[in-house]
């Protein structure tokens, strides 16, 4: 039963990141983070969100901006260096809390109101800054869109190309934790067959339906479903955190 549930959730939250882009990755981890551990959270959440992100990334290929790829690729290679001298692994009320800060941090702090992702040294900050917060709190796509806030993209640029980054953070976090730490996951091969076709799927679904949104509707809805959603994650963290506290 447990195969369905996770399954039928990559489904729904799929569907989501199609049609905003993010906050699917984000309800997934908190999900995945509650029933499973750390260490086996991050490498099925790496899977299905690199699955998810990589068909996002190829049903909108032609409005990908491939000039910012190199750049980008940079400062994520020098967040997996920096963590592979940690080789940590966070506590799930940790991960929770920090899924839930991102986006209201981002979303207000000033001296990050005037990034934009096509600028180079915009592009390496936001490569590194990303794939940190993938390696540390699994889900990272709030910090990403405040990279997108200034730029000159339109809403099926900003997806495309936020998928393609994703994909790369999320391959990286794989290796991360399957590798460089070396924790050997176990959950069942069919499981992640199960839960990336579920992705590939909801993807699919939600793809279609951001075409037939308008930009405006696009930042609004984007925007309200992201913070109420970080709120929750926030909340729940804290609580994880104090109940695990020795008595």
Known sequence: MLWFMLSF???LTSVLSGVLGMAGGMILMAILVTLLSVANAMILHGAVQATANGSRAWFLRSHIKWGLLPNYILGALGAVAVFSLIALVPNPGLVLFLVGIFPWLARYSRSLNGLDVTR?????VCGFVVTAAQLLAGASG???DVFYLNSPLNRQ?????KALTQTIGHLLKILY??????????LPWWLFVCAMTAAV????????VLHRWDDAAFARVSSVVILTIAGICMVRG???????LPA
Do not use: D, H, K, Q
Request: hydrophobic share 55%; no cysteine.
């Open 9 to 11: 959730t990559v489904f």
């Open 120 to 124: 180079p040294l915009t592009t390496i």
């Open 142 to 144: 709030p910090l990403l």
């Open 238 to 244: 804290i609580w994880v955190m104090w109940t695990s």
């Open 177 to 186: 934790y399957g590798l460089i730490v070396a924790v050997a996951t176990t």
């Open 157 to 161: 640029e900003i997806v495309a190309n």
């Open 201 to 208: 799927a909801g993807t699919r679904v939600g793809t279609l």
